[in-house]
């Protein structure tokens, strides 16, 4: 194993960056952001603590869910999950983070980095309901850096191509989630029971 230890040999294997992508990086958000925001359903929250222990959280709700406050910020609500709020808890030692938007069928993505602040209330929140949920809190991001990222990771990986992806073998989640947690409580089949039943998909916002 030859390792990579320093940034002038890194450079050096990669080759140099190309004026377009080098000058890419804006720093407010310009029209097309904002429209490419608002046909997102799906984001990955990156995030890291004090130590740079990393976390990468999936985001999702109906298309405009993140919220534009002007050009230099946006919101994301929060939405019941599992309460373990890793991301969260990294944004208070440490407020940088990385956002990735997606659109189903665009290989491209949008990616905002910036500065997180958590907040427990605002007259936006009342904009940010859906099935009755308004949220406990929002993560602001003041934005940083913003820039459009382009698709060669989707052509490589056929991620929007159903005919390409493979047969699904893996387990069910319960019968994942027993095998990796054996001490957890529950049997296979109340783990299977809450994965399949109307329950789980109706607490989606009820928490």
């Not at 740079?52 to 919101?75: E, H, M, Y």
Request: charged share 25%; proline share 8%; with cysteine.
């Amino acid at each position: 194993m030859s390792e990579i230890t320093d940034p002038v040999e890194l450079r050096e294997l990669l080759g140099e960056v190309a004026p377009r992508p080098r000058n890419k990086d804006r720093y407010s958000l310009h029209q097309w952001d904002r429209e490419w925001i608002a046909r997102s359903p799906f984001v990955v929250l990156a995030t890291s603590d004090a130590d740079g222990n990393c976390d990468a959280s999936p985001k999702g709700d109906p298309a405009g869910f993140v919220r534009v406050l002007d050009d230099k910020t946006i919101a994301i609500p929060e939405r019941p999950g599992n309460r373990r709020a890793d991301g969260y808890f990294n944004i208070l030692s440490n407020p940088h983070v990385g956002v990735l938007f997606l659109i189903p069928g665009r290989g491209d993505t949008l990616r905002i980095n910036g500065r997180a602040r958590l907040v427990r209330d605002a007259a936006y929140f009342d904009d940010m309901v859906v099935k009755g949920h308004r949220p406990i809190l929002a993560i602001e991001v003041a934005i940083d850096q913003i820039f459009f990222h382009c698709s060669k990771a989707f052509m490589r990986s056929a991620l929007w191509k159903p005919e390409q992806w493979p047969e699904d073998t893996m387990p069910s989640v319960a019968r994942l989630v027993k095998d990796v947690q054996p001490t957890t409580p529950e049997t296979f089949e109340q783990l299977e029971a809450y994965y399949t039943g109307e329950g789980y998909r109706t607490a989606l916002y009820n928490g």
